[in-house]
């Protein structure tokens, strides 16, 4: 099995700035993409950031910088400008391959909740 685990959430004003990570524990053999989704009441669940194994980034926010430390099966959300509309709980995903034969399935994480108000 594989565990998520995030950290970082909280209570920001509008213009500041946060820090999410997500560590990624147990059965790894390799990872292919790291990323993060978020989701607001009554909202789909939608895409933030997305980095895969060779570096290449996907953002659905310019004022967000997705990272990741290999050695540490860790990602990392740098979130600046914050905004009321950021307001979402924010889950990590991971897309995990245990064996170096099995096929890579998709893991998230329990959700850490990020609230941007004045």
């Known amino acids: 099995q594989v565990q998520l685990v995030e950290s970082g959430g909280g209570l920001v004003q509008p213009g500041g700035s946060l820090r999410l990570s997500c560590a990624a524990s147990?059965?790894?053999?390799?990872?292919?993409?790291m990323g993060w989704y978020r989701q607001a009441p009554v909202k789909q669940r939608e895409l933030v950031a997305a980095?895969?194994?060779?570096g290449s980034t996907n953002y659905a926010e310019g004022r967000f910088t997705i990272s990741r430390d290999y050695a540490k099966n860790t990602v990392y959300l740098q979130m600046n400008s914050l905004k009321p509309e950021d307001t979402a709980v924010y889950y990590c995903?991971?897309?995990?391959?245990?064996?170096?034969?099995?096929?890579?399935?998709?893991?998230w994480g329990q959700g850490t909740q990020v609230t941007v108000s004045s």
């Open positions: 995903h991971a897309r995990v391959a245990t064996c170096p034969t099995c096929y890579a399935s998709d893991y």
């Open positions: 147990g059965s790894i053999f390799s990872i292919t993409a």
């Open positions: 980095i895969h194994s060779g």
